[in-house]
C-alpha cells in the first residue's frame, strides 16, 4: 500500500481536469457541453467506407427536433438534404457517473452521392433550432497517390490546451489552402486533447479542432488517455467505418484507388500497450483480401495507423520499455510477412512518445536496407510531438 499510495497519486496529478470537473465528478455542478442551446458547434468529418459518402458530426447545448445536414456545389445552392441521428447525457444512463454532469447532444449525419475531387459546401443544424455558417470541403481525387499526391497529415499526442496551439494553426493553413500545399485529411493516431474522462475537456478540444476538422476528414484511432470508463467519450464523438462492433477502435479504408489504410487499437483497458486476438485476426484478413486481388488492383501504397510505437529509441513514455516488443509479438508479422504472395505495410504511424523518429525499412529488428528505394518492409514513424501538457 505504502508504494501504491504515490502511484495512485502520480496519477491523478497527471490527469486533465480543472476545479469545474472536480466539482461535477463529485456531482456538485453540471457540464454544459455548448456554449449555446442549439447553434451547432464542435462540426467535424470522417471519411465513410464508400468514397461517395462523407460523415459529419457535431455538438449542440440542448436537443433539437432534427440532426440536418443540407450541402451542394456552391453556398448558396445547398439543394441535397439529409437528416440523420443524435445522442444526449439522457441516452447514456450506463455512464451517468462518467459523464460527471455533462450535458449535451452529440448529432451525425451522411451526406451521399458526392463525386470524386469535387468541392462541396454544406451546413448543419436543426430548421428551429439553427444551422452553422456554411463550410466547404474537397472529396478526394480518383488518382490521389499515383499521379496526383494524396497529403495526409499525421498527429498523435496532442493535447487541449496552449502546447498544441502552433500545432493546430499550421494545420488550420493547411486545410484553409487552395493550393498544392493543401492538406486531404487529418489522422490522428490516439492521445486526443488528453482529456482523461472529463467529458468538459473533450468539448474545448473539438472546438479548438473545429476549423480543420470542419474542413478535411478527420480520422481518429484510441490511445491511452482515451481509455477511461471504457473509451466511452471516443466511442461517442467519432464515426470511424468498418462493422459498428468495432465501435470506432479500429477499421479500414481506401483513400481513393491508390491507398488503403488501417487505423488499429493498441490500447488494453488497464493501459498497456495490447492488440486482441481478434483484430490481430481481421488485420490478416484485411491484408490477405488485397493480396488475392491481381496485382494491377492492388493499391500502391498500405498504410497503418495506431497510437503506441513498434520501434522507438525514446523509453520514456508509459509502457514504452516492454509494450514496443508485446505490440511486435502480436502484430509485426501480419504487417510485414514473408510469405509468398504476401503484400506488407508501407508505413506505419505512431505516437505515445512525443518525440519524431524514423526507421528504414525494417523486419523482426534488422533493416531490410539503409534507404527508401522499393522497401520490402514497413518503415516505422514515431510523431508525438504535436503538444500537450506533458511536454515534447
Known sequence: IADLIPAVEKELSGLGWDSHATCAAIGQCEVPCCQTKT????????????????????????????????????????????????????????????????????????????????????????EAGGYSAARSFSTL???????????????????????????????????ASTGPDRIDLLVHSGDIGYADGNYRSWDVFMRKMEPIAAAVPYMVSPGNHEIYFNFSA????????????????????????HVHMLAMNTEAALDFAYIAPEQARWIEADLARHAARPAAERPEWLIAAGHRPFYCSNTGGQDVKFGPARLRSQAEALLAPTAAGSVHVDLVHTGHTHDYERSFPVRDGVPTANNYSAPTAPVYVVNGAAGNREAN
Open 39 to 126: 447553434e451547432p458547434e464542435q462540426v467535424h468529418l470522417a471519411l465513410s467506407a464508400s468514397s461517395s459518402e462523407m460523415v459529419v458530426q457535431w455538438a449542440t447545448g440542448a436537443a433539437t427536433a432534427t440532426s440536418t445536414v443540407q450541402w451542394g456545389l456552391g453556398p448558396s445552392s445547398l439543394n441535397r438534404t439529409a437528416s440523420g441521428n443524435a445522442t444526449s447525457d439522457a441516452d447514456f444512463p450506463e455512464l451517468s457517473e462518467a459523464l460527471f454532469g455533462w450535458r449535451g447532444t452529440l448529432h451525425r449525419a451522411t451526406m451521399t452521392g458526392l463525386l470524386p475531387g469535387t468541392r462541396y459546401y454544406y451546413r448543419v443544424g436543426d
Open 141 to 175: 481525387r480518383e488518382a490521389a497517390g499515383a499521379t496526383v499526391p494524396l497529403r495526409i497529415a499525421f498527429v498523435a499526442d496532442m493535447g487541449a490546451g496552449g502546447k498544441s496551439d502552433a500545432t493546430v494553426e499550421s494545420l488550420a493553413k493547411l486545410a
Open 234 to 257: 471516443y466511442r461517442h464523438r467519432f464515426v470511424m467505418p468498418l462493422d459498428p462492433t468495432a465501435q470506432n477502435m479500429f477499421y479500414s479504408l481506401d483513400l481513393g484507388r
